[in-house]
């Protein structure tokens, strides 16, 4: 059974950078892609990036030239690696798993993170 834990949220000030990992235990295939989701308050969870396997990688167009999705295979980790964040990306950050039938049947406990104006 896979397990995730995301890591890395935290506060920073408009403009700045933040790192999210997620370290997966237990057995993800080639056929998996990970991914990150987020959710505001009040609001629904919104996808925000997918890595496959071999590095192709997909973005929700608000996000697009700021963050980066990249996985380490070998350590069976994802990172979202944020930057120029502005106010309107505070959320919890979601990391999760897609099978090869694209359902997403693996969450992670989220991880707060917080962009002040």
């Known amino acids: 059974q896979v397990r995730l834990v995301e890591s890395g949220g935290g506060l920073v000030q408009a403009g700045g950078s933040l790192r999210l990992s997620c370290a997966a235990s237990?057995?993800?295939?080639?056929?998996?892609?990970m991914a990150w989701f987020r959710q505001a308050p009040g609001a629904e969870r919104e996808f925000v990036a997918k890595?496959?396997?071999?590095?192709?990688?997909y973005y929700e167009d608000s996000v697009k030239g700021r963050f980066t999705i990249s996985r380490d295979n070998a350590k069976n980790t994802v990172y979202l690696q944020m930057n120029s964040l502005k106010p309107e990306d505070t959320a919890v950050y979601y990391c999760?798993?897609?099978?090869?039938?694209?359902?997403?049947?693996?969450w992670g406990q989220g991880t707060q993170v917080t962009v002040s104006s």
């Open positions: 999760a798993r897609q099978t090869g039938d694209l359902r997403y049947d693996t």
């Open positions: 237990g057995r993800i295939f080639s056929t998996d892609s």
């Open positions: 890595i496959r396997w071999f590095g192709s990688t």
